[in-house]
């Protein structure tokens, strides 16, 4: 199993980024696929996820209305949208995926993890 995330930058505040999580090596729809951040002396921080079945999404409160969670079964791929960027955006964005649901995948309970991409965000 393999996922690799891409998108990062360095971005003004206000500016938006979308992530890509491109996943390898088990069936699109049987994994929950998810984001999470960690910035330098932080915890992770699980922020969103999808389940690839169905394409039902969930967010931790302190993204939503702002990121946006989307996955394309024909390039094995999950989006993280993420708009009016802020200084405390600014983190390591890393993909996950477990064989169950949201709800622990976001509490830190997942299968596999990938290498992440840094986002930076200037005020």
């Known amino acids: 199993v393999q996922l690799q995330a891409s998108g990062g930058g360095s971005v003004q505040a206000g500016g938006s980024l979308r992530l890509s999580c491109v996943v390898a090596g088990f069936r699109f729809g049987d994994y929950s696929i998810g984001w999470f951040r960690q910035a330098p002396g932080k915890e992770r921080e699980g922020v969103s996820c999808?389940?690839?079945?169905?394409?039902?999404?969930d967010y931790a409160d302190s993204v939503k209305g702002r990121f946006s969670i989307s996955g394309d079964s024909a390039k094995n791929t999950v989006y993280l949208q993420i708009n009016n960027l802020v200084p405390d955006d600014t983190a390591d964005y890393f993909c996950?995926?477990?064989?169950?649901?949201?709800?622990?995948?976001?509490?830190?309970?997942?299968?596999?993890r990938g290498p992440g991409t840094q986002v930076t965000v200037s005020s």
């Open positions: 996950v995926a477990a064989r169950w649901n949201c709800t622990p995948l976001l509490r830190g309970d997942f299968d596999y």
């Open positions: 999808i389940n690839t079945e169905d394409l039902s999404a």
